[in-house]
């Protein structure tokens, strides 16, 4: 050995001024490391104070229809319903086919239903139903009949990037009617409201003509729906759209599968009064198991009628994208 020492010798221990030194560099790095982690807990702390959150936490956006004068961008194409009226329950396509089917996102559990879109694409621009949903398209992704996409493109390129908006207060094809669902009764009720141009955002009903609305909570198979049931009817119903306008009608009878057709327009004024003879249509999802009077509204009212008699009042308001349930 070189330096001196048997082999076999233990080794050295510390001395004492060593042995301070090293508890010494120990007590320095459990001190700094204690300062550390407080000065990450306070960080952490006073982030959550103020309101800041990881950006893996941004809110995601709300589901909800095109509404008001934004244009979008997107691509389109086509498919066939078999004269089928969609998810959206309608008792079958537009006479004239002209409808879209929209993502979940837009579709936005039914909201969309009954609304009306321009999309606009390389050879023109087409106005749709909004009657169904296509649960595999992502926003801006429009699913049109055959006769659409023909419209505003050659078929033969089967998707085709497009422009599209919602139309606010189109032309009306008829007066509101009312559907009531297979299934219904005094302790079950469900009505699918048709021909209201704008998308909806609530419905109420009452028993008769007074008494308190009780708000209809919205399916996304674009049913109103009261689950403990509204009454044997007949029943006042009073429908409201996005934009404002509101319409209420009396004299609904309980009389599942049958459309109950009304005098009164949702907006533009009420259609001229004459009897209606309910019609039965196929009910479009499966369900559970008179003469009116006029309660006239500011402004507009209907004439009578001997079988149903409505009235109608059009308030235009501010655009309200939230749709929601109740009157």
Not at 31 to 38: D, E, H, R, S, Y
Request: overall charge positive; proline content about 9%; aromatic content about 6%.
């Amino acid at each position: 050995m070189t330096d001196g020492s048997a082999p076999g010798d233990p080794a050295p221990r510390p001395t004492a001024g060593r042995r301070r030194a090293l508890r010494s560099a120990r007590t320095r790095w459990l001190v700094a490391g204690g300062v550390a982690a407080l000065a990450t807990v306070l960080g952490l702390s006073l982030a959550l104070r103020s309101g800041a959150a990881p950006a893996c936490a941004a809110p995601r956006a709300l589901a909800a229809p095109p509404a008001g004068t934004t244009v979008h961008k997107g691509k389109a194409t086509f498919y066939d319903s078999k004269g089928a009226g969609g998810n959206c329950s309608y008792p079958s396509a537009p006479a004239n086919r002209r409808y879209v089917a929209l993502g979940p996102s837009e579709y936005a559990a039914g909201a969309a239903c009954g609304g009306f879109l321009d999309v606009t694409g390389p050879r023109g621009t087409v106005r749709v139903l909004v009657m169904d949903q296509c649960p595999e398209c992502e926003p801006g992704h429009l699913d049109l009949s055959r006769e659409a996409f023909a419209e505003i493109a050659d078929p033969v390129q089967g998707v085709v990037g497009i422009s599209y908006r919602a139309v606010v207060d189109p032309p009306l094809p008829g007066p509101l009617t009312f559907r009531i669902k297979e299934g219904a009764s005094q302790w079950w009720f469900a009505v699918l409201v048709g021909q209201h141009g704008n998308p909806l955002r609530s419905v109420g009903v009452r028993q008769g003509s007074s008494g308190a609305w009780r708000g209809a909570a919205r399916q996304d198979y674009n049913y109103w729906l009261i689950e403990s049931g509204a009454g044997p009817g007949p029943y006042a119903i009073r429908v409201t759209d996005v934009y404002g306008h509101r319409a209420s009608a009396t004299g609904i009878r309980m009389a599942p599968g049958q459309v109950q057709r009304s005098t009164v327009r949702m907006y533009g004024g009420a259609a001229p009064a004459r009897a209606t003879t309910p019609v039965r249509t196929p009910s479009a999802r499966p369900s559970r198991s008179t003469s009116a009077s006029v309660s006239a509204s500011p402004g507009l009212a209907a004439a009578a009628s001997p079988r149903a008699v409505l009235d109608a009042a059009v308030t235009p308001a501010e655009p309200n994208r939230a749709a929601g349930c109740g009157g």
